[in-house]
């Protein structure tokens, strides 16, 4: 992994401006935000920053304003709620640059933060104009990017600004970069990846590029259906991409090829409808299914399997359920086989990194979230990622 300077680069800072990138595109409900993770993932940087001196002038999108100011998506709006979390008072400057900035840093003292209004009010943001990001830079000393969400972004703030100040990367950044490198840049093998989710057509470029990267490849959610498909299982009513077959069995060939184990639930979970704890819930093997009935879930020997995969890896990388989690009792290979890895990571055989909305939400009702290795709360960034993607906003960082 090519290196990035961090803040323990950071030299003498004290009265010196910081440009932090960070994502304060929080959920609302009634004026106040409904989760505050994104500001707790920030706020060790902000206060590090802060203590050693520095004006700490705080860079973030909040919404899709598309390049005008929108009165309801100004970052004004969640400025109470990022006081709240760091426990310090901060300034609102409703500009990202010009003599409005500049008079703010004038009163700004050293540890102070500025809040900068929505970056995407200006249509040079998502442009990424370097003009734009030049305007931007000229106010600050040095720029720290700590929003890894949204650094599959090429955005003036997450890319443009790296070009013009001297660039690093935040503590969440850097612990998430740190994660995914011992995921799939230079992970402990054998690595095992569980991809799960509804469909095979939003996962293709994950799946290619996991066959050439780790030995165990085990797939869950309405996706396993599409594969099951492929090797002739008749699959009754459940959901599945019959289109894509030829793409499903191709999958497996350069599985092979690869030397990567494709695992593929043989006993399931189904019923004739979907609903919580429907009559007609059944396990059966996955070559029983009939006409009339869905797969909804992995049946528990097939999770028991699985559990002892993982008992022969070192590493694990997770994007998605393994059956219909939201509802009862769909979700119970996904909850057996996240308490299987997370005992696995507490016990140090194990590192396990996990990301994508889905992910993150499955791994909090199965109650074992804090027990993995890492939990990335970044979605499309971490999804890309998987697929092998480079991010700009880490590539700009990068030495």
């Known amino acids: ?30 004026g106040s935000a409904t989760d505050v993770t994104r500001v707790e993932a920030v706020k060790p940087t902000i206060l590090e920053l802060c203590e050693k001196g520095a004006k700490v002038l705080l860079l973030a999108h909040f919404g899709r304003p598309k390049g005008q100011r929108h009165s309801t998506m100004s970052t004004s709006f969640v400025q109470g ?14 500009e990202v640059m010009g003599p409005v900035v500049e008079q703010s840093i004038g009163i700004l003292s050293a540890g102070d933060i500025g809040l900068l209004d929505n970056v995407r009010f200006w249509p040079g943001e998502e442009a990424n104009d370097p003009e734009f990001a030049k305007g931007i830079a000229a106010h600050g000393d040095f720029y720290v990017n700590d ?8 955005h003036a703030s997450t890319e443009g600004l790296a070009h013009h100040l001297p660039a690093y990367a935040g503590r969440a950044m850097e612990a998430e970069l740190k994660a995914l490198d011992a995921a799939l840049g230079s992970p402990e093998q054998p690595v095992a990846a569980v991809v799960g989710g509804a469909k095979v057509s939003t996962k293709l470029d994950v799946l290619e590029n996991l066959v050439g990267k ?4 085990i797939i869950g959610g309405g996706m396993a259906n599409t594969f099951l498909a492929a090797r002739g299982v008749d699959v009754g009513k459940s959901l599945c991409e019959h289109d894509l077959t030829d793409t499903a069995n191709r999958i497996i060939d350069q599985a092979d090829h690869a030397g990567c184990t494709v695992h593929l639930p043989y006993d399931v979970v189904v019923a004739k409808e979907f609903a919580a704890n429907p009559p007609s819930m ?31 890896c070192r590493t694990l990388v997770w994007n998605g359920p393994m059956g219909a989690f939201e509802t009862e009792p769909f ?24 990301g994508g909305g889905d992910t993150v939400a499955a791994l909090a009702h199965a109650g074992v979230k804090d027990d993995f290795t890492f939990v990335s709360t970044a979605g499309g960034a971490f999804l890309e990622w998987m697929e092998g993607k480079a991010l700009p906003g880490v590539a700009a960082l990068m030495a």
């Open 282 to 312: 059944r396990i059966c093997n996955v070559h029983e299914v009939s006409s009339d009935e869905m797969i909804l879930d992995v049946g528990p020997q097939a999770v028991e399997a699985l559990g002892d995969v993982l008992k022969t």
């Open 214 to 217: 780790v030995q165990h490849l």
């Open 81 to 94: 709620d990022v006081e709240e979390v760091l426990g310090k008072e901060i300034m609102f400057i409703p």
């Open 147 to 154: 929003a890894f969400s949204a650094a599959h972004r090429a």
């Open 331 to 354: 979700d119970t290979a996904t909850v057996a086989l996240a308490k299987t890895a997370a005992a696995l990571t507490e016990g140090g055989s194990l590192t396990s990194v996990a």
């Open 1 to 30: 992994m090519s290196s990035f300077k961090t803040l323990d680069d950071l030299g003498d800072i004290t009265g010196k401006v910081a440009l932090v990138r960070v994502d304060l595109n929080l959920p609302m409900k009634g």
